[in-house]
C-alpha cells in the first residue's frame, strides 16, 4: 500500500513538472528564424527582433533586452534603442559549420521583469569563396618502365571547404599519352581521382612525366585547385652499354713512361643507377703478356702503360675491352683498342767478331784479313741504319762485305812489329737515328815477330881503356848488342871475327863470352913490351833467327901505361953500372957555373915517366943548386978558401906515378986549382964527348921509335873515327920545352868527344871524354901541386882522362 502511494505520489510530481515546462515553453515558444550569407561586412542588419516578436522599443531597454551567449566574441549583436540584430564581425560559414550541409546559429534572447526567453535562429548561407585544394601540391609517383597498361594508381582527392554545389563536382588531368583520369563517387566521401596508366612507359625514352590534376568546384564560375604529378620512371636493365666509338686506334712512341694514358674508352648505358654505371675490363680473350703490360682503370676506361713496352719485341697490340653494366643480370659489350707502336732510337747498334785472328806477321800485305764483323741494330727504319767505321790512326780499316752489315778488317798498310807489337782497334757502330747512338768494341791485335832486324851494338866504334899488368881471366870490358826482333830472333851471341891482321895478333889473347859480350884477356899485357898503346878488331853479334842476321863492331882498345918501371940513371954511371960519378971543378969558378948534369930514363909514359930531381943529401947547401927538371947542378956562390975540397951530392930521381918510383945518383965534386982543372977537363971532355955522343944516340933511337908507334896508332885512329862521322879532327901537340926526360903529350878529337894522353910535360886543360863503366884515378902533379890536378879516367869499357885547372 504503501509502495502505491509512493508510486502515485511520483506520477503526481512528473505531471507537475510538466505542467511547469509547458507553461514555460509557451512563454517562450517564440522563436524567429533569418538567414544571411558569409562574409558579409560588420553591422550588417540581419533582421528586427523587436518587430517580429510585437515587443514595443520602449520596453525593451527597460527589460534589458539582450542576446545571451558565451562566446567572447560573438557573431551577432542587438541594439536595446532599436530591437535589430546586427553582425558583430565578419562570418566564415566554413569556420562556423565546418562541413555542414545547412549552416544554422542558434541565439538566445533574454527579456527581464518579468522574464521571456525568445530564441533566435539564424541560418549562414555559402557563397563560393573557396577553391578546391589537394592535400599535396606536388605528387612524386615511381613507376616501373615494366609496368603494363591498365595499371591503376588512386590519387587522393581534392578538398573544398565550401558545400553543396560549391563542393568539388568534377577533376581534369593534362593532355599525355600514357595516362587518362577515372573519377570514383563515394558520396559523402566525395570524388575520388584515380590515374590509368593507358601506354607501356619507356625510362629511356622520357624518364619521367609531367601531369596536372585540376579539381573544380561547382561555382559560377568555377573555383579549381591543381596538384602537380611526376610520375618518374623507374629503370629496367634492358639497355646494354654502347662503346662511343667504332674503332679505337692509337698510336704511342716505346719506353713511354709507366703510367702514360694510352687512350680512354667510353660506353653509356641508356639505363640509370646501377644499370646504367658501367665498368671496364679486358676481355677474356686478353694474354697475360697483355696484362703486364697495360693497366685499365674500370671507372674511367683510362688505359695506361704497366711496364716498359719495347718496339723490338712487338710493333703492335689488340686489345678486347669489355664494358659492363651493374644490374642483376649484367648487360656486357665488347670493343677491340688497337695500339701501334711506333719505333724509339733506344737500341745502340751491337758489334761481334764473328772470326778474329789476334795475332798476325808483321810481314803481311796490305789487304790481309784480321777479323769479320757483323753489326746490328734492333731498331728499324733510320734507326737501325748503321755505319761502322775503325779509328784512323791505325794500319787497318773496314771492308764493307756483300752481305748486309757485313765487315772485314783488313790491313790497310805494312806493319812493323819493332814500331808497334799491338794495336787495339777501336771498331765503331753509329746509326742514323735521332740522336744517333753508337757504341763501341775494342779489338786487341799483336803483331808477331819476323827476324827483319839485324843485331844493332849500341856504340861503334867501341873505344876501351886497359891497364897494363891486367889479371889474366878477369873481365876487361863488354860490348852489348840489341836486336828489336823478339823471342829467338832477338836472342844474340857474340864472337871475336879472327884474321891473320896484325891488330889480331893481339885480339888472339882476348875471348868473348857469346851470352852476354864480356870480353877477357888470356894473358897480362904489358905496355913497354908491346910497344904499342893501341889496338883494334871486330866483334859479331848474330841472333838466333831463321835465316839468322849479324852485324859487327869495331872495338879500339887502349893500352894504359902503369907505373911499373922505375927511373934509370943515364949519367953518371961508373963502369961497374952503379950511379956515381965524379966531376972536377976549379976553385975559381963563378956563381951559376954548371958542375954536371944528372940524366935519367923511364920506360914509362905520361906521368909515370916524368921525372923531378932533388938533392937528397949534400954538404953545404949554399955552394950547389939543383934544377928539378932538367937535373942541372950548379954552384950558387963562389968557393973561399974555407969550403972543403970535395964534396958529395946525392941525387933523387922519382917519377910522377900515384905510387912514386924512384933511384938516386951520386956525385963527387972536387975543387982543384985552375991549371989541374983545365988539365983535367981536357981529358974528361974527349971522354965525356965519346960517352955524351952514345947516350944521345941511344935517347934518340928510343926516343924516335917509342914516337914513331904513337904517332902511327894515332893516325889509325883518326881514320877510324873519320869513317864514322865527319865532324872529326886530329891535333897532336907536342910540347916545346923538352929538357932531358922522355915526355910528351898527344890530344885529339872524335865527334863530340876530346881524348889525350899525356907524357911528362902536358898542356893543363885537356879532356877525353870516351865511354862508360867509370873508373876515375886522381893522379896529382908532384911538380905544380897547388896549381895543377890531373885525372886519368879508366873504364872497364871505355877511360876518361880529365885535367882542370885549380
Avoid at 416 to 433: F, M, P, V
Wanted: charged share 25%; hydrophobic share 35%; net charge negative.
Amino acid at each position: 500500500m504503501e509502495q502505491r502511494r509512493r508510486e502515485t505520489g511520483r506520477v503526481r510530481g512528473y505531471l507537475a513538472g510538466c505542467v511547469v515546462a509547458v507553461l514555460l515553453w509557451s512563454v517562450a515558444s517564440a522563436q524567429i528564424r533569418y538567414s544571411v550569407s558569409e562574409e558579409v561586412n560588420e553591422g550588417t542588419a540581419v533582421g528586427n527582433i523587436a518587430k517580429d516578436l510585437g515587443l514595443e522599443k520602449s520596453t525593451l531597454k527597460d527589460r534589458k533586452y539582450r542576446i545571451v551567449s558565451s562566446n567572447v566574441d560573438p557573431l551577432f549583436h542587438v541594439k536595446q534603442n532599436d530591437g535589430i540584430l546586427y553582425v558583430s564581425r565578419k562570418i566564415d560559414r566554413e569556420e562556423v559549420c565546418a562541413q555542414s550541409s545547412t549552416c544554422l546559429i542558434n541565439l538566445k534572447t533574454v527579456l527581464e521583469n518579468p522574464l521571456e526567453i525568445h530564441y533566435v535562429e539564424v541560418e549562414v548561407l555559402d557563397i563560393n569563396d573557396n577553391s578546391p585544394s589537394f592535400p599535396e601540391k606536388d605528387k612524386r609517383l615511381e613507376i616501373s618502365e615494366s609496368v603494363l597498361p591498365g595499371a591503376r594508381f588512386q590519387l587522393k582527392p581534392s578538398r573544398d571547404s565550401d558545400s553543396g554545389q560549391f563542393s568539388v563536382q568534377q577533376y581534369k588531368l593534362s593532355s599525355n599519352d600514357h595516362f587518362r583520369l577515372e573519377v570514383r563517387d563515394k558520396g559523402k566521401d566525395g570524388k575520388i581521382p584515380i590515374l590509368v596508366l593507358q601506354k607501356s612507359l619507356d625510362r629511356e625514352a622520357v624518364g619521367s612525366h609531367s601531369l596536372v590534376l585540376t579539381a573544380l568546384d561547382g561555382g559560377k564560375p568555377p573555383n579549381s585547385g591543381n596538384m602537380n604529378i611526376l610520375v618518374n620512371v623507374l629503370d629496367v636493365n634492358d639497355n646494354t652499354p654502347i662503346f662511343s666509338k667504332d674503332i679505337y686506334s692509337v698510336t704511342i712512341t716505346e719506353n713511354v713512361p709507366i703510367g702514360t694514358t694510352v687512350v680512354q674508352v667510353n660506353a653509356t648505358d641508356l639505363d640509370e643507377g646501377q644499370n646504367g654505371e658501367v665498368y671496364y675490363s679486358f676481355g677474356n680473350s686478353v694474354g697475360n703478356e697483355l696484362f703486364t703490360l697495360f693497366d685499365i682503370n674500370p671507372s674511367t676506361g683510362e688505359i695506361t702503360v704497366k711496364s716498359l713496352i719495347d718496339y723490338e719485341e712487338k710493333d703492335k697490340y689488340e686489345i678486347e675491352i669489355e664494358a659492363s653494366d651493374k644490374g642483376l643480370a649484367p648487360l656486357t659489350t665488347e670493343k677491340s683498342v688497337i695500339i701501334q707502336i711506333a719505333d724509339v732510337n733506344d737500341n745502340a747498334p751491337e758489334i761481334e767478331v764473328t772470326s778474329f785472328s789476334s795475332s798476325i806477321p808483321e810481314d803481311c800485305r796490305p789487304g790481309t784479313t784480321v777479323a769479320l764483323i757483323s753489326v746490328n741494330d734492333l731498331d728499324s727504319g733510320l734507326n737501325g741504319k748503321v755505319i761502322c767505321a775503325v779509328n784512323e790512326d791505325v794500319p787497318f780499316t773496314l771492308a764493307p762485305s756483300v752481305k748486309d752489315r757485313m765487315y772485314s778488317l783488313v790491313t790497310k798498310s805494312p806493319l812493323d812489329r819493332e814500331k808497334q807489337s799491338q794495336y787495339d782497334l777501336t771498331i765503331t757502330a753509329k746509326d742514323a737515328g735521332q740522336p744517333p747512338l753508337s757504341s763501341e768494341k775494342i779489338i786487341s791485335v799483336a803483331v808477331s815477330d819476323v827476324n827483319d832486324n839485324s843485331p844493332e851494338f849500341s856504340l861503334s866504334p867501341y873505344t876501351f881503356y886497359v891497364t897494363e899488368a891486367n889479371e889474366p881471366g878477369a873481365s876487361l870490358f863488354s860490348v852489348k848488342a840489341f836486336d828489336r826482333d823478339e823471342n829467338d830472333n832477338a836472342h844474340i851471341s857474340y864472337h871475336i871475327l879472327r884474321d891473320r891482321s896484325e891488330d889480331n895478333k893481339l885480339a888472339s889473347f882476348l875471348n868473348i863470352n857469346s851470352d852476354n859480350g864480356d870480353i877477357m884477356a888470356l894473358k897480362s899485357f904489358d905496355f913497354e913490351t908491346l910497344k904499342t898503346f893501341q889496338f883494334h878488331f871486330h866483334v859479331v853479334a848474330s841472333d838466333s833467327g831463321t835465316p839468322s842476321l849479324s852485324s859487327n863492331v869495331t872495338v879500339n882498345v887502349f893500352i894504359l901505361d902503369q907505373n911499373d918501371n922505375a927511373p934509370v940513371i943515364l949519367y953518371p954511371l961508373s963502369s961497374n953500372g952503379s950511379a956515381e960519378g965524379v966531376e972536377e971543378i976549379p976553385r975559381n969558378v963563378n956563381a951559376g957555373h954548371l958542375v954536371t948534369k944528372v940524366r935519367a930514363y923511364d920506360a914509362d909514359i905520361g906521368y909515370n915517366g916524368w921525372l923531378l930531381f932533388s938533392l937528397q943529401e949534400v954538404t953545404d947547401h949554399s955552394l950547389f943548386g939543383l934544377d928539378r927538371y932538367t937535373g942541372q947542378i950548379r954552384t950558387l956562390r963562389s968557393f973561399t978558401e974555407t969550403d972543403e975540397a970535395e964534396h958529395k951530392l946525392v941525387i933523387l930521381v922519382k917519377d910522377n906515378g900515384n905510387v912514386s918510383l924512384s933511384a938516386t945518383a951520386t956525385v963527387i965534386v972536387k975543387l982543384v986549382e985552375p991549371k989541374e982543372a983545365f988539365a983535367a977537363s981536357d981529358v974528361k971532355s974527349s971522354a965525356k964527348a965519346d960517352e955524351d955522343n952514345n947516350v944521345t944516340f941511344y935517347l934518340m933511337i928510343t926516343l924516335g921509335s917509342v914516337s914513331a908507334l904513337f904517332l902511327i896508332s894515332i893516325i889509325v885512329l883518326i881514320a877510324m873515327q873519320c869513317s864514322k862521322s865527319t865532324d872529326y879532327t886530329s891535333k897532336y901537340l907536342q910540347e916545346t920545352n923538352y929538357d932531358g926526360t922522355l915526355c910528351h903529350s898527344i890530344q885529339y878529337r872524335s865527334g863530340d868527344k876530346q881524348y889525350m894522353l899525356v907524357g911528362p910535360r902536358m898542356s893543363i886543360g885537356s879532356t877525353i871524354v870516351p865511354g862508360s863503366h867509370a873508373n876515375t884515378l886522381v893522379l896529382p902533379d908532384r911538380r905544380r901541386t897547388s896549381e895543377e890536378v890531373r885525372k886519368i879516367v879508366l873504364h872497364k869499357g871505355s877511360s876518361v882522362m880529365n885535367t882542370s885547372n885549380r
